[in-house]
């Protein structure tokens, strides 16, 4: 609410969804058939701790504790480490182990989920074990009441026909025989949808054109540059 804040909206409609609300829908399926599934955000429902903890679970918190702290002002700074502390691909006890294929009965199947507070407070029941199972729009629901938490304006956007550019070409590449037969050797790939999040913040080391919405996707995928 304070206009000097890098995490200022001045629009109060804005602020009230973007901060302030527990609940929300989040968009699922495939272009043809779009699904809408409730989530329970909870930021408010006793989740300030257990945000903070995660903070100072983070590599970069025992990496270098002093300079981690420092930075803890810096919503893009805070917006890296959580997108990093939502998945558990670091040995960093991450919050959620990912999982697309195979049988899900020894733990809980990504799709029966529909809210981040049960999944934040078994993680810190198990120890800060990472909770099993997640999926691209999990993490997302997750991220967001976290960051909403800290006091950072955030979004879900989904994304349908969600193209995975794994060769960094710009384009989705498939090759066929002289036959015309196809030929599986891309790793490119189409999903069916992909969802992630936005925050709101200013960003002085870029230019004022930049301000707004910031893109974080706390799926683990692939490393950032190797």
């Not at 995490?7 to 973007?18: D, H, T």
């Not at 803890?72 to 990912?98: A, E």
């Not at 002085?204 to 540059?225: C, M």
Request: aromatic share 14%; net charge negative; proline share 3%.
């Amino acid at each position: 609410w304070f206009a000097g804040d890098d995490v200022y909206i001045a629009n109060e409609n804005e602020r009230q969804e973007y901060v302030l609300n527990e609940n929300g829908i989040i968009f699922v399926g495939n272009v043809r058939y779009i699904e809408a599934r409730a989530w329970y955000y909870g930021q408010f429902q006793d989740m300030l701790n257990i945000c903070l903890t995660m903070l100072d679970l983070s590599l970069y918190y025992r990496q270098d504790p002093a300079m981690d702290m420092s930075r803890r002002g810096d919503p893009k700074y805070v917006g890296r480490v959580i997108s990093s502390m939502i998945n558990g691909n670091d040995n960093d006890n991450g919050v959620l182990l990912g999982k697309w294929q195979g049988s899900f009965h020894s733990h809980e199947n990504p799709s029966r989920w529909d809210g981040s507070v049960v999944i934040l407070k078994k993680w810190r029941q198990d120890n800060y074990r990472p909770v099993q199972y997640g999926q691209c729009w999990v993490f997302a629901g997750v991220m967001c009441t976290v960051l909403r938490c800290l006091g950072i304006p955030t979004r879900l956007v989904s994304n349908f026909n969600s193209a995975h550019d794994v060769d960094r070409n710009l384009s989705i590449d498939k090759y066929y025989d002289s036959s015309g037969r196809s030929l599986n050797i891309s790793k490119d790939s189409t999903w069916d949808y992909h969802v992630w999040n936005e925050s709101w913040f200013i960003r002085p080391d870029l230019g004022r054109s930049y301000n707004g919405w910031q893109v974080l996707d706390a799926t683990p995928q692939e490393q950032s540059k190797g």
